[in-house]
């Protein structure tokens, strides 16, 4: 007699699962996060195991150079590694709009475009006229995209089986992930259950087949991708798209990669044609056109890579009790304490003032290398005077004003002579945030 299925609660954030149900996950601290989660028994015996087998770990054969498919995007090489793996699983996720099936569509026309290569598009949400119209817009030729709209993915894989031995696809891609179901699974489509169950029967496919899957995950309102923590464990490589809808950059960042770095960071451009690479993204950051109050160029580190932008701010008088912050790009609390610092040491009165601060181009600086440089953006705007816009400020800031040294100053300081900078403010020049004063436009 078969077991009953376990019940278990699976917290969507990180994963860990109980046997009861708790308002707030134990683990993660996060609330209303625990989803049932029924796992069917297994009913095989002791008898039909196999044992396992041991071999010394320097036993194993060094493999030969690891053959990557060209995605036909350098960026993209880039961010995986130099290309796909034969039989990875690559999970791609990123916002509503931000250009998911078109990255996706610029690979396959890439592919396709090679001699004999074929690949194959499987939507769960948008139907094969609505694909070909996409293709017609980009331009793309689509004789050797192999489409299905079928959301059952028992029966999906056995047409994909099919089409494997009789075609050799080179690339799978699978839109999206929570439109699919397994009738071996419980739950609704987008559940745990069928979540999970859906994407092990792509990977064990993908493994079987030696072919390379892609598959699309919805977020989640805070950004991450829908589902427990598990189903990026169980893909070889995690990818996040993002941009603003406003801007036609895009920034694909990898979370997870078995084959490769996850310091690297790609650029892309939104065409009517497609996602183009972006050699210099800073191009796009930049603005040095005209000397402006309240403009200062800064660097920011993008993984491993080195990306300048233009940060600027907007001070008013305000006749609040307790002035606005306004930051875009910039962290709230991050800008908070570059105020407080120029209030202190600097003798500047900032509560009588509405502060807005913004970095061109919509990008977001997540690190304190910019720190000096949205502290000048800001005394430009109070004191009055602009600054050059091909000088650029390195350094976090201390609290008690110094200016500390980067460890990729050389680095930066090289890229920014190569893009035209005459001056570099670091903590050579400005040891504390009193030197302010003495720069000259």
């Excluded at 708790?22 to 049932?36: A, F, H, I, S, V």
């Excluded at 078109?102 to 001699?115: C, D, G, I, P, R």
């Excluded at 000397?291 to 993008?302: H, M, T």
């Excluded at 600027?312 to 875009?328: M, Q």
């Amino acid at each position: 007699m078969a077991k009953k299925k376990t019940v278990n609660f699976v917290c969507e954030n990180c994963g860990a699962s109980f046997g009861t149900w708790y308002g707030r996950c134990p683990q993660c601290q996060e609330w209303n996060t625990l989803k049932q989660f029924s796992e069917p028994s297994n009913n095989l015996t002791h008898s039909r195991c196999v044992e396992a087998r041991f071999e010394r770990l320097s036993g194993f054969k060094k493999e030969e150079n690891t053959v990557r498919l060209d995605t036909g995007l350098s960026e993209l090489n880039r961010v995986l590694g130099g290309g796909f793996i034969s039989d990875e699983v690559v999970l791609l996720s990123g916002e509503p709009g931000v250009g998911k099936s078109t990255l996706l569509l610029s690979v396959l026309a890439n592919l396709t475009s090679q001699k004999n290569s074929q690949v194959g598009y499987i939507s769960s949400e948008e139907s094969g006229q609505q694909i070909q119209q996409r293709c017609q817009r980009m331009k793309i030729n689509a004789q050797n995209i192999y489409f299905s709209d079928q959301k059952d993915i028992d029966g999906l894989l056995l047409g994909l089986a099919d089409l494997a031995k009789k075609n050799k696809p080179k690339l799978l891609v699978f839109d999206s992930l929570q439109g699919f179901f397994s009738s071996g699974a419980v739950g609704l489509p987008g559940s745990i259950a069928q979540a999970k169950e859906v994407l092990m029967k792509i990977m064990n496919f993908s493994k079987e087949q030696n072919v390379i899957s892609l598959v699309v995950g919805h977020i989640t309102k805070e950004g991450e991708i829908a589902g427990p923590k598990f189903l990026e464990h169980m893909a070889d490589c995690v990818l996040f798209l993002e941009g603003e809808k406003t801007s036609n950059m895009r920034i694909l960042r990898s979370f997870k990669n078995r084959f490769g770095s996850t310091e690297e960071v790609g650029f892309f451009e939104m065409t009517d044609l497609g996602m183009k690479p972006v050699k210099n993204p800073s191009q796009y950051f930049l603005e040095w056109s005209v000397k402006e109050i309240g403009k200062a160029s800064v660097p920011v580190r993008q993984g491993v890579r080195t990306v300048f932008a233009t940060v600027e701010c907007l001070v008013v008088s305000s006749n609040l009790p307790f002035p606005k912050r306004v930051a875009k790009g910039v962290d709230q609390k991050r800008l908070e304490l570059i105020l407080a610092i120029l209030k202190k040491y600097l003798k500047l009165s900032v509560d009588k003032f509405d502060i807005y601060v913004n970095v061109a181009g919509g990008l977001k600086i997540k690190d304190t290398l910019a720190d000096l440089g949205v502290a000048a953006a800001l005394y430009s705007s109070l004191s009055g005077r602009p600054l050059n816009p091909k000088d650029l400020f390195v350094g976090e800031l201390g609290l008690l004003g110094n200016v500390r040294r980067s460890s990729y100053l050389g680095q930066i300081e090289k890229s920014a002579k190569r893009l035209g900078f005459t001056t570099v403010y670091s903590a050579q020049k400005i040891k504390n945030i009193y030197n302010l004063k003495q720069i000259r436009s």
